[in-house]
């Protein structure tokens, strides 16, 4: 990672690090997987610059409650918060909610917070959190568990840790996830759970409308430090010398990490980076891209009417510098299937400009000085990504 990506901060383990916890009920890491615990590991790291992430579910464990485990610092059992052994998350069978949101449960809460600290750890993901979760099917799976997460919130602070909610949260609640958390999931899981491939064009497009539903309010971004989470980035995934992302064709592969750089989405890589090719390590890398995705700014459509939502597949942000970035795709799901190409246009009025130098930011070709309007034909699932100076 300090090699081929060196601007990435992060290094993340999903679940599968715990199977068992401590004798305060806190999560402990696996001895097998481990041997030497997690604070070698987070201290190796820091020396390239990454911090540690972890996963963990909302509630109290099962198997801590169930055997009644002292909580760190009192005279109180974990048995005692959990009488009415009701549902933790969005997981059955793996947290309690706690019966009362007390300063006992704060104090247990408060000592996971303290334990990752110890170990150095920079992030945790939460899963099965609610009011949300589930998938397209079956939503709104996971109890509202946002006193729990509110508490673990208090507790993370402290040791200045970054905190992400996950699985298909409700944008119903934005102000209560912009509150609580430094990021939140939008929608199900990106991977296809194919015995092939990671995830297909399709699943990448299915993004677009969940996004549009988060940014209605100008909340998102860096002002309140709060960032969508639109799951992992799998371009140029690799395994035994063979691309396993399962994306169609390389137009996809930029639309998706642009798309992702434009809402300043947590930029998260899924695959090995010995394994990646180069190209697509580039793509990932790209300094113009990443530039877009760290200013924080969430770019939102510029329209949404039509059947067949033409405006919807123009995004734009300006920064607070005065740079304005437009995102062109064409990614309509039906149009992709049909194997259409697509013009996409725009008027400058739209950024309130009448007439702007427009940079092609992919390629740093600069394109020229527009008047009144631009427009493009795109391939199915091209994009174009573009920087305007005004003139």
């Known amino acids: ?81 959990v009488t009415r052994k009701l ?20 104090a247990y809460y408060d000592s996971i917070a303290d334990l990752f600290a110890e170990w150095g750890i920079g992030f945790v993901k939460i899963d099965g959190c609610g009011p949300g979760g589930g998938d397209q099917f079956h939503t709104h799976q996971s109890p509202d568990n946002r006193a729990c997460l509110r508490m673990l919130s208090k507790a993370f602070q402290r040791h200045d840790i970054w905190m992400e909610l996950s699985w298909y949260l409700d944008a119903a609640y934005v102000e209560d996830w912009i509150e609580i958390a430094n990021g939140a999931r939008v929608f199900i899981d990106i991977e296809s759970y194919s015995t092939k491939t990671m995830t297909s064009s399709h699943r990448v497009f299915q993004r677009f409308s969940h996004v549009e539903r988060w940014v209605e309010k100008d909340l998102v971004g860096r002002p309140n430090g709060f960032f969508l989470d639109l799951d992992v980035v799998l371009v140029g995934m690799t395994v035994n010398g063979t691309c396993i992302d399962g994306l169609d064709n390389d137009d996809i592969r930029q639309s998706y990490i642009s798309f992702w750089a434009m809402v300043s989405s947590v930029l998260c890589l899924g695959g090995d980076p010995r394994m990646i090719p180069e190209k697509y390590l580039s793509m990932l890398h790209h300094p113009g891209m990443l530039a877009i995705h760290q200013s924080g700014v969430v770019a939102k459509p510029l329209g949404t009417t039509g059947l067949w939502n033409n405006r919807k597949q123009v995004w734009w942000k ?72 005004a003139k």
């Open 87 to 106: 549902e933790g998350n969005g997981f059955k069978g793996t947290t309690y909610m706690p019966d009362e949101h007390n300063e006992l449960v704060q």
């Open 318 to 389: 300006r920064l607070p510098t005065g740079e304005i970035y437009v995102g062109l795709f064409n990614t309509h799901v039906y149009r992709f299937m049909l194997g259409l190409s697509h013009e996409i246009k725009f008027r400058l009025k739209d950024f309130d400009l009448i007439t702007a130098e427009i940079k092609d930011v992919w390629s740093g070709n600069i394109l020229g000085v527009y008047n009144d309007s631009y427009s493009v034909v795109l391939k199915p699932g091209q994009c174009k990504i573009l920087l305007l100076t």
């Open 1 to 81: 990672m300090k090699i081929k990506l060196p601007k990435y901060q992060y290094i993340n383990m999903d679940s599968g690090w715990s199977n068992a916890c401590d004798q305060y009920g806190r999560w402990m890491y696996r001895s097998d997987l481990f041997p030497n615990g997690l604070k070698p590991l987070s201290d190796y790291l820091k020396t390239n610059g990454h911090r540690l992430g972890i996963y963990i579910l909302p509630g109290i464990r099962k198997d801590a409650a169930d055997a009644n485990m002292p909580i760190k610092g009192t005279n109180h059992t974990l048995g005692e918060l």
